[in-house]
């Protein structure tokens, strides 16, 4: 179940979403919590625009985790425990989402895109003026592997706002800057999207042609942020795309919930 026949209008919809999500991701994250509800609210059945959202999503996660390791704001080998949890996590996520009813999936994707919306607005995190890596023993692996899990599981279930959660979390337990925890952040988004677009492929749940569409919008858009944060303010846009996501995922929901 691959193929989908969209209109112009929804196609300059998608292209226009991928680069304002791409743009969005680059400045604030969470760009996913964009481009699920807009694949769903063009028809997409829910196990194909998650699937189609992995492909379009591991362009960008792929293109930002290799930036920030080029610029060495990352270092694989002491994350190696969050690799392999994350690795897990996606993986049973994935096949599990890929057993749940369409039905069941048309009700919930809308309350997670919600849920996931307003904890990313109202969360705060204090700044912290910190870069050096935090001590290796058991607790901090303890924590890598937890973490790793319950992220890679929750992207492969289901994903909008991974990205932030992981830079929120990555701050909240080990006391790193925003920098660097946004290079954890989207080295393992990448992983946990990579893991789940082979399952979604096995599944035969891609839509080729929409998600390379969107991945080459979505970092054409990630290029044009990552350019322009200086000039734009985050506090501005991150409030304006959150309100954005939550008229979008309360319209998905009044249709799957309410709507006869």
């Known amino acids: ?21 791409g743009f969005i991701d ?7 919590m964009l481009t699920v509800p807009t694949l769903l609210s063009v028809g997409l059945p829910p196990h194909l625009t998650l699937g189609t959202n992995k492909l379009s999503a591991s362009f960008a996660s792929g293109t930002a985790a290799f930036t920030y390791f080029r610029k060495k704001l990352f270092d694989p080998a002491f994350w190696k425990q969050c690799f392999y949890s ?3 996590g996606a993986l049973c996520g994935t096949i599990l989402v890929n057993y749940i009813s369409t039905a069941f999936l048309n009700k919930f994707l809308p309350l997670v895109i919600l849920t996931a919306a307003i904890y990313t607005l109202f969360s705060r995190v204090k700044e912290i003026d910190n ?3 935090p001590e290796q023993n058991t607790l901090l692996r303890i924590k890598q592997r937890i973490q790793g899990f319950v992220l890679g599981f929750y992207d492969g279930i289901s994903g909008p706002g991974t990205g932030a959660f992981w830079v929120i979390s990555n701050m909240r337990l080990y ?14 988004n990448f992983t946990s999207n990579f893991v789940s677009l082979l ?5 035969g749940q891609v839509n080729w042609f929409i998600g390379l569409t969107m991945g080459a919008c979505l970092m054409l858009g990630a290029f044009i942020g990552a350019h322009s944060a200086i000039y734009f303010g985050a506090k501005f846009i991150r409030p304006l795309f959150i309100i954005i996501v939550l008229i979008m995922a309360i319209n998905l929901g009044y249709n799957a919930w309410f709507s006869q």
């Open 86 to 88: 994350t690795f897990i």
């Open 1 to 21: 179940m691959t193929e989908f026949a969209l209109d112009p209008s929804s196609w300059m919809l998608l292209a226009l979403v991928g680069l304002v999500a």
């Open 26 to 32: 680059a400045v604030v994250g969470g760009g996913g």
């Open 199 to 203: 399952i979604f492929i096995y599944f």
């Open 131 to 133: 870069s050096v890596l």
């Open 175 to 188: 006391h790193l800057n925003i920098l660097l925890s946004s290079g954890i952040a989207k080295a393992m």
